[in-house]
């Protein structure tokens, strides 16, 4: 059984940036593309970015182009979304998710696994 767990969040000022990772394990990461996703409170789950299998493609939310740059590592089945010129309103819980679909998605129903979520809070 795939599971996924989501590390790197925090409390941070306008202006700043964080590193958040999600781990992979029962699995080869390298078989899935990959998301990240957050939900703030009282709204709908999401779309942050995605990138395919080999890292090589990549697609994010125009709200978050410019400043979020999403990675991965296959050797360590570990994926990245480095987060910078924060913003108060990207406070929210992060998900990562991977999916058995062959290509990125940005649909939330189109993934099959998602980790527990990383709060990240950014105050002005």
């Known amino acids: 059984q795939v599971r996924l767990v989501e590390s790197g969040g925090g409390l941070v000022q306008t202006g700043g940036s964080l590193r958040l990772s999600c781990v992979l394990s029962?699995?080869?990461?390298?078989?899935?593309?990959m998301g990240w996703f957050r939900q703030a409170p009282g709204k709908e789950r999401e779309f942050v970015a995605a990138?395919?299998?080999?890292?090589?493609?990549?697609y994010y939310a125009d709200s978050v182009k410019g400043r979020f740059t999403i990675s991965r590592d296959n050797a360590k089945n570990t994926l990245y979304l480095q987060m910078n010129s924060l913003k108060p309103e990207d406070t929210a819980l992060y998900y990562c998710?991977?999916?058995?679909?062959?290509?990125?998605?940005?649909?939330?129903?189109?993934?099959?696994?998602w980790g527990q979520g990383t709060q990240v809070t950014v105050t002005s």
């Open positions: 998710g991977c999916t058995v679909r062959p290509t990125i998605q940005i649909r939330a129903d189109a993934y099959n696994y």
């Open positions: 029962g699995g080869t990461a390298s078989r899935y593309p």
């Open positions: 990138i395919n299998w080999n890292g090589i493609s990549t």
